[in-house]
């Protein structure tokens, strides 16, 4: 890495404090990003089997986000805190070419799931057909349409280089002041890739709106109460505008600092714009999947009914558990008080009650806590100073698999 290094030194043009503030800010984005798309892809995967076509799209969105903070931070945060860019060109190349790739699929995989809730919400009859195929296709479509434009600075169409503020690797904003090509690649892309995805969105969510609004105000007329039909208008405008916000917070800044240094004067663009826009544009890998997580009712609920299946799983162990050490402890000998057990695993035996669930301690038939004797492995017990042997068949299964 020492001698990449010499052979294309890249120096922070840019102050160690900003450095240090960027090194740490992509770091909070990093952890948070790999949770929250990490806990909206196993939500996804546990509700495979009722995903809806719409919801591939959520999930390809959280894979593009994930797939950008796994190639690009483990980069970004080792050359921001150190000054400089600690990698070979060829690593830059790769690293510039992931950012477009991963950044434009989550753009465009915005922009055709607003398209498909527009058809879902304002054209029913149509919206209605649209199966899973339809959905895969799309979602190849969003990876093509991505690729192209990922793959035309290597092809020529364009150029990738450093950032100008020198610790990561992006298109060359500068390039076109001297390459009519690189002026054509940037173009297309400002316009494909951000003024046509932003007028799309826009337009999609305004007629959702306006559509919903239309039809609680001809609902209102008829009947009186409609708290469904508010629930589901108040659900649309939050994700409407939670997508909007996201949209233009995260990829705005950066849209507008690069057309400033592709079609203006490079040399009068500050490099700590470009890492100002930069730390915005990143940010999007953990805003989408709050977004989904807080408004996808379904998403959230799943989530929910998981944790609460974990905590009862974990209440449950804890409960038998106890329960039947007690059980073992009253049964042996008949001594006094058992509160010095040891199992032979060398663990405590911990006796108090479970707090988060109920736990009832039956004194009658301590052969319930038991299944049939079987010799052939057993477990030492230490009461006192004497030991005692108990088949491990004997033992509730969560006791067993401590000792096996």
């Known amino acids: 890495m020492g001698n990449a290094s010499e052979t294309f030194l890249l120096m922070s043009k840019i102050s160690k404090d900003n450095d240090f503030i960027m090194g740490t800010l992509y770091t909070i984005f990093g952890v948070l990003s790999v949770l929250g798309n990490g806990i909206l892809l196993f939500v996804a ?19 593009s986000d994930l ?36 950044g434009l699929c989550s753009l465009t995989n915005l922009t055709v799931l607003s398209c498909v809730c527009w ?49 990561a690797c992006c298109i060359n904003w500068h390039a076109p002041n001297y390459n009519s090509a690189a002026m054509s690649y940037i173009i297309c892309l400002f316009f494909f890739c951000y003024i046509l995805p932003c ?9 959702i709106l306006l559509t919903v609004r239309g039809s609680h105000q001809a609902v209102q007329q008829h ?11 108040t659900l649309i405008v939050k994700l409407s505008v939670a997508v909007c916000i996201g949209f233009l917070t995260a990829w705005s800044p950066y849209a507008i600092v690069s057309m400033w240094a592709a079609f203006g004067n490079s040399t009068t663009v500050p490099p700590i714009a470009f890492a100002v826009a930069a730390i915005f544009a990143k940010s999007s890998t953990l805003y989408n999947p709050i977004v989904y997580l807080a408004f996808k009712p379904n998403f959230r609920k799943s989530l929910c009914r998981d944790v609460a299946n974990c905590r009862r799983r974990l209440c449950g162990c804890l409960c038998q558990g106890d329960s039947a050490e007690k059980g073992i402890c009253r049964q042996s000998h008949h001594k006094e008080e058992c509160n010095s057990t040891r199992l032979s695993n060398g663990l405590p035996e911990n006796h108090r009650t479970c707090r ?3 736990c009832p301690e039956t004194d009658n038939g301590n052969r ?14 230490l009461q ?11 033992l509730s299964n969560e006791m067993q698999s401590d000792f096996l």
């Open 356 to 358: 988060h669930c109920p």
């Open 67 to 102: 797939s950008m903070t796994v190639t690009l931070f483990p980069l970004a945060i080792p050359s921001t805190y150190t000054h400089m860019w600690l990698f070979n060109k060829t690593a830059c190349t790769v690293y510039a070419f992931c950012g477009v790739l991963f």
């Open 384 to 394: 006192g100073s004497v030991h005692s042997e108990v088949a491990v068949s004997q």
């Open 119 to 167: 058809l879902k919400v304002c054209c029913p009859n149509y919206g209605n057909k649209f199966s899973y195929v339809h959905a895969c296709l799309l979602v190849a479509g969003i990876w093509c349409y991505a690729g192209v434009f990922a793959v035309g600075p290597l092809s020529g169409w364009g150029e990738y280089g450093p950032e100008p503020y020198g610790t």
């Open 199 to 207: 007028t799309i969105i826009f337009l999609s969510y305004t007629f």
């Open 368 to 381: 319930e806590n038991f299944i049939d004797y079987s010799p052939q492995q057993t477990a030492r017990i």
């Open 223 to 233: 009947m009186s109460p409609q708290n469904k039909i508010t629930n589901a208008q």
């Open 45 to 63: 995967y546990r509700k495979k089997s009722s995903l809806k076509p719409a919801e591939f799209f959520v999930v390809n969105l959280s894979i």
